[in-house]
């Protein structure tokens, strides 16, 4: 079981869209994702051609960041995601779960010839002005605890 605040958690489960951004050769990219969130996992899932610029990206280096924010020009409400993780195509039992879990939040998808990502995050940071102007909640999968900076 993963120790994620539960504010984290909401805020991930509440959004839609996802920034990844990859690296190769020196050469930063990112791009944008539809997702879903597996919060037992602790995955999140997304599809991409294999053929994009992003994919040949995570293809040749595994190790991504991202981002999920709320777009708001007031200060108080400014709440966001920052995340490192792992990006992989899932197999077998997680393959399918992952694409039940995606197809349920996005059904047209099952329409589209593409492929299932997953990313599983090492480091998430949340900050969320709403706990007071620059508060950060901080998320390691290697200590598995949330702290308060």
Request: hydrophobic share 40%.
């Amino acid at each position: 079981m993963f120790n994620i605040d539960p504010k984290i958690i909401k805020f991930i489960k509440a959004h839609h869209v996802l920034t990844i951004a990859t690296t190769v050769d020196n050469k930063p990219y990112c791009a944008n994702c539809f997702y879903a969130y597996m919060e037992k996992e602790n995955i999140l899932v997304f599809t991409s051609d294999r053929d994009t610029k992003h994919a040949k990206d995570f293809l040749a280096n595994s190790h991504v960041a991202g981002s999920i924010v709320l777009e708001t020009k007031i200060i108080g409400k400014i709440q966001g995601i920052q995340f490192n993780g792992i990006i992989s195509e899932p197999a077998d039992d997680l393959f399918k779960q992952a694409k039940q879990r995606y197809l349920k939040r996005f059904p047209v998808a099952v329409l589209m010839n593409t492929t299932f990502w997953i990313v599983e995050p090492s480091f998430i940071k949340m900050t969320d002005n709403r706990l007071g102007f620059g508060k950060k909640l901080i998320w390691t999968r290697s200590e598995n605890k949330t702290n308060i900076i």
